[in-house]
């Protein structure tokens, strides 16, 4: 505990932290004002909710999918804190963008024809966005801090991002629209300044030319980087895992307003419990793991992850059978419910599992490859988890689409989680098997 705090005080981490905890509060904040205007204020159906929810995820995870080779080899092969900086500027713009097409959805003009589609470009171009900061915020650590610091500094990133998640869905869900489009160029801005003060960070090898061809460089930077068995194994688990996320996450909103008949707030309050899960277990295996990488918990972690979501839907199914009330319930009359209080710890224990299970394999993608190729090991990831999520968020609309219900496609979510345990299983036996051969050599 005393080495993250005192990283927290410390200049070649602090900046770092604080630019990307901004950036997670802005997408987070921005994609479900977005979400819960449209699902809550212009559709009134559960299919086509739920497809505009899994749309909107789709193009925001497009551009990994894409543009993350490009981006991985910028980030290796250029100083990152440079790249941070222009960025963090486009974000300003993109921002505007998108708080233009919520000012027009609050004022009810040309919702369908132009509001919308102006807050998914604005999403899209964040997706783009995060596409070239992902790999910085990873690769970094690993050249700013000690070796016995990468895991602490690893899971402080994805702990205040989940906790920025947590405070942007909070914000969404309680704010007007209209206040959101100021808050989220505001927080731009912000991020901006803090870009800023990101240490240098130049590239090992300097002036190494960059591919800009996207299939060619995409398909070596997979197939160079998934060469290291472990980093294969680590990466492939994560995929799985995120795919997971995306097909919980674009099922929440249309379920707490069709299955569970609850507000928007009620939704943004279950995106809330599964932030705070998800940063408990970030900083939980931290903790267990004493700094060691190693993905000794991620089979079980997983596991239970599914037990998890099991039971979340045995509990979703029960829910009607104490009525249907004639208005969406609010936050206090939610609560009030009998299996509220359930529903909330078990969305809580299922996202503390997914943290444990998660972050030691990011830890992996950084430390287990040469220091001058961690930003592209994180790109591949990148793009392997992005091109899972977009089929993820395909077969959510598609289920949809097909008639089935919401609570039943939580099923689906449980059963790959039984995948993503394998695959973590065969990682820490890899894991096992290079410490064997290390200790002979």
């Excluded at 089935?404 to 096992?432: D, F, N």
Aim: charged share 10%; with cysteine.
């Amino acid at each position: 505990m005393s080495l993250t705090l005192n990283l927290l005080r410390q200049r070649r981490f602090l900046p770092l932290f604080s630019t990307q905890l901004l950036n997670a509060f802005n997408d987070n904040l921005f994609k479900n004002a977005m979400v819960l205007f449209v699902v809550y204020n212009v559709y009134n159906s559960e299919a086509a909710e739920a497809q505009f929810s899994a749309i909107a995820s789709g193009l925001f995870i497009l551009p990994f999918f894409f543009l993350s080779a490009v981006a991985g080899q910028l980030a290796d092969l250029r100083d990152k804190a440079v790249i941070a900086r222009r960025v963090k500027l486009a974000e300003i713009a993109i921002m505007l963008c998108g708080a233009a097409g919520l000012v027009l959805a609050w004022k009810g003009l040309l919702v369908q024809s132009l509001a919308i589609p102006l807050t998914l470009l604005a999403l899209f171009a964040m997706g783009i966005h995060s596409t070239f900061f992902g790999p910085i915020k990873y690769a970094i650590l690993p050249q700013h801090l000690d070796r016995g610091e990468v895991l602490a500094g690893t899971g402080l990133v994805e702990a205040g991002t989940y906790i920025a998640i947590l405070a942007g869905t909070i914000i969404a869900g309680w704010i007007p629209v209209e206040a959101a489009a100021i808050f989220v160029v505001i927080t731009a801005m912000v991020g901006y300044l803090c870009g800023r003060q990101i240490p240098p960070a130049p590239p090992r090898v300097p002036n190494q030319p960059i591919d800009w061809h996207i299939l060619r460089s995409s398909c070596a930077l997979i197939r160079n980087t998934m060469a290291d068995r472990e980093v294969f194994f680590a990466i492939m688990a994560i995929s799985f895992f995120w795919t997971i996320g995306a097909v919980l996450f674009i099922q929440f909103p249309p379920l707490a307003k069709n299955v569970l008949f609850a507000s928007k707030e009620v939704a943004s309050l279950f995106l809330v419990m599964f932030s705070i899960g998800v940063a408990i277990g970030s900083v939980s295996v931290n903790m267990l793991l004493k700094g060691t990488v190693s993905a000794k918990y991620a089979p079980i972690s997983v596991i239970v992850m599914g037990l998890f979501i099991t039971l979340f839907y045995f509990i979703c199914s029960e829910w009607s059978s104490y009525g249907v009330p004639g208005a969406l319930l609010g936050v206090d009359e939610f609560i009030r419910q009998p299996l509220a209080l359930p529903i909330l710890i078990t969305l809580m224990l299922i996202a503390t599992a997914g943290g444990m299970f998660v972050v030691p394999l990011y830890a992996f993608l950084t430390t287990k490859v040469a220091p001058d190729e961690a930003a592209r090991a994180v790109a591949a990831n990148n793009i392997v988890n992005s091109g899972a999520m977009v089929i993820g968020s395909l077969i959510a609309a598609g289920l949809s689409a097909a008639g089935m219900p919401l609570a039943e496609q939580l099923l689906l979510s449980a059963v790959m989680c039984l995948i993503s345990a394998l695959l973590g299983a065969l990682l820490h036996r890899e894991e096992k098997r290079a410490a064997s051969i290390s200790g002979k050599a």
